[in-house]
């Protein structure tokens, strides 16, 4: 089957760092670009990061460039969203998504297939 399943979520303070995973299975990731989007309650769903089919292009959100990054690992059908500096205004539900195409966007209406989501909490 068609899945992807995120892990690494979890409660930090402020200014600590996670690691989510974005583990793939039933096609190869590296067809596609992959994204990281989030969301908080009562808010809007939003890109984060994305990384396309090559690795070779990203596109970061304002609020998150300097302290995220995003990668692929080909060989375990993995992507990885790196989070330094967390702020409490990072805390929501963090997903990853499969793009239609291998075309790096933050259009999350671009994206056709979803994981579970991870939860991120950054509180002192």
């Known amino acids: 089957q068609l899945q992807l399943v995120e892990s690494g979520g979890g409660l930090v303070q402020p200014g600590g760092s996670l690691r989510l995973s974005c583990a793939a299975s039933g096609f ?3 067809d596609y670009a992959i994204g990281w989007f989030r969301q ?4 809007a769903r939003e890109g984060v990061l994305c990384i396309s089919s090559s690795g070779g292009s990203t596109n970061y959100a304002n ?11 080909n060989a375990k ?9 967390l702020k409490p205004e990072d805390t929501a539900i963090y997903y990853c998504a499969r793009k239609t195409n291998g075309i790096c966007g933050l259009n999350r209406y671009s994206y056709s ?9 950054v509180s002192s």
Not at 63 to 73: L, M
Not at 77 to 85: A, E, F, K, R, W
Not at 113 to 121: D, E, F, I, N, R
């Open 113 to 121: 297939l979803w994981g579970q989501g991870t939860q991120v909490t």
């Open 40 to 43: 908080a309650p009562g808010k």
């Open 28 to 30: 190869t990731l590296d």
């Open 77 to 85: 059908n993995t992507v990885y969203l790196q989070m330094n500096s």
């Open 63 to 73: 609020s998150v460039k300097g302290r995220f990054t995003i990668s692929r690992d």
